[in-house]
């Protein structure tokens, strides 16, 4: 009687040890499938926005029979004509391709820009650029800019480079307004790194 009590405790006790190592192994699995996932949709849910330059017309008409460019003429008619394609092509440039919406719940990204005394802000959906002139509650970061320095980029043959060295030269400021992890989450990251070089860690 006594040792059928022990094979049965000890039969339990086997199920136990069993019972643990098989949770133990779904809980790794489940976390190595949900680190799958996330990957896998951040990734598609990265954005492919394309803009034609928005100063192509104004360079043209100010562009002689030589083929001489009055760039002087061009960032005057540009300064007056400031849009949202601007910021749409500036965005562009910084690596907005490489925002995507938040998966843990902060919705999508909002940049605000600061350009002398005009307040835009951007809201980055897929594959969409939702540009306004009004300061936004929800703004992840604002990017600080001169419009004589924003139509200099946009005039750049390459404003990628352009504005990285804007951001080294501090012609162009950028300031992280929402948490490490929230920026994290939508990209911002490594978006920054792209621009300056610096690693940013979420822990810091």
């Keep these: 009687m006594v040792n059928q009590k022990v094979l049965i405790r000890d039969k339990f006790r086997k199920h136990k040890k069993i019972s643990k190592v098989l949770l133990t192994l779904t809980i790794i699995t489940i976390i190595i499938i949900a680190i799958f996932l996330i990957g896998f949709f951040s990734k598609k849910s990265t954005n492919q926005i394309t803009i034609e330059n928005p100063l192509k017309d104004i360079v043209f008409a100010n562009t002689n029979a030589e083929g001489l460019v009055d760039k002087q003429k061009v960032i005057e008619q540009a300064t007056i004509e400031f849009n949202q394609e601007y910021i749409n092509y500036l965005l562009i440039a910084l690596g907005v391709n490489n925002l995507h919406k938040s998966l843990i719940g902060y919705g999508n990204p909002v940049v605000e820009f600061a350009i002398e005394n005009e307040i ?48 080294t030269n501090h012609n162009t400021e950028i300031e992280m307004v929402a948490n490490k992890v929230e920026l994290a989450s939508k990209g911002y990251l490594a978006m920054y790194k792209e621009i300056t070089g610096e690693e940013i860690s979420v822990d810091e």
């Design 120 to 167: 835009w802000s951007s809201e980055i959906t897929n594959n969409n650029l939702q540009t306004t002139k009004a300061a936004s509650t929800d703004k992840d970061l604002t990017i600080s800019i001169s419009k004589q320095e924003a139509i200099e980029a946009l005039l750049s043959p390459d404003i990628e480079t352009f504005m990285k060295t804007s951001v």
